[in-house]
């Protein structure tokens, strides 16, 4: 609500503007940390280390597909349990509705290291229009379509990947919001104009990549990059830790003062400039 109100002093008006706002949380505190715990349980078992991003997606996909219900109607309409839009409801109570598909798979995806969004819009099923919630994914140098709430439901089904990596024109089905229809977020999200199609990955030079030189106390770290030359996806990427090096100390005799100059005790200082004794 906005409240407004003026005074007259010295024949000038003075005007006051007062906003009272109410901000309502999905989740508590403590249900985030449970996800992030429950993601750092269950991240380890998929195996994704070594994994092209193509190979990370489709084992995360799978796994969301695999986990996650939708929920009962008695929920669904239940218009004060807020969990039903949460990673928390899908990754915990193994139930959502799509916000809940999309943003488990945002998070999933993004600690995966593969950009993602979640779209909001409406989507056609069952014959109506209602609102719907999905995903784009990054994979090479364009973004694809996916909808983990409606495979999850044919995957339970054994009918898999109808709404996996497609292109805008064999995603009809879905219409986005207007913000997601712009011209500035068409240039920063290019579609793909196909769907995306599997190959096999022809492995280009591998590159250093994120280097973070180590210092006297703190460790180092780089990763190791290897992208097709055909798609630009990563194929294999790798992560190392560079063990910090050790002050290089040097010994600095005692010198005595004189009436002109100052005079110090003896110290040893690091050749790197981070420590001295001084």
């Known amino acids: 609500s906005i409240g407004f109100s003026y005074y007259i002093y010295g024949g000038s008006f003075f005007y006051t503007m007062t906003f009272s706002y109410e901000v309502t949380y999905y989740t508590t505190a403590e249900q985030e940390a449970a996800v992030t715990s429950k993601l ?6 998929l195996k994704l280390d070594g ?10 996909y799978d796994y969301i597909c695999e986990n996650i219900y939708y929920v009962s ?5 239940d218009n004060d349990y807020l969990l039903k839009y949460t990673a928390y409801d899908a990754l915990i109570n193994h139930k959502a509705v799509c916000q809940g598909y999309a943003v488990l798979l945002y998070r999933m995806l993004l600690e995966a290291g593969i950009d993602c969004r979640v779209i909001p819009g409406m989507g056609y099923s069952n014959g109506t ?16 379509n996916l909808d983990a709430t409606w495979d999850a439901t044919l995957k339970q089904a054994n009918q898999a990947y109808q709404y996996f990596l497609r292109c805008n024109d064999n995603f009809s089905d879905h219409v986005r919001e207007a913000d997601y229809t712009t ?3 068409n240039a920063a999200y290019p579609m793909a104009t196909s769907d995306y199609v599997y190959h096999t990955h022809t492995p280009g ?3 250093k990549e994120n280097e ?6 703190k460790d180092g770290s780089y990763d190791l990059v290897t992208y097709c030359t055909v798609c630009s996806e990563v194929v294999k990427r790798e ?5 910090a090096l050790g002050h290089d100390l040097i010994h600095h005799d005692a010198q005595a003062a004189t009436c002109t100059a100052v005079g110090w005790k003896a110290y040893d200082a690091c050749s790197r400039r981070d420590y001295t004794t001084y």
């Open 212 to 217: 973070v030189d180590p210092t006297c106390t």
């Open 51 to 60: 994994k092209s991003d193509y190979d990370k997606l489709r084992t995360i």
């Open 183 to 185: 011209d500035a977020f």
């Open 40 to 45: 750092a349980e269950i991240t380890p078992t």
């Open 205 to 207: 030079e591998t590159v």
């Open 239 to 243: 992560s190392f830790s560079v063990s």
């Open 73 to 77: 109607d008695d929920i669904l309409h």
């Open 129 to 144: 229009w209602g609102a719907h919630a999905w995903n784009i994914v990054k994979l090479g140098d364009r973004w694809y």
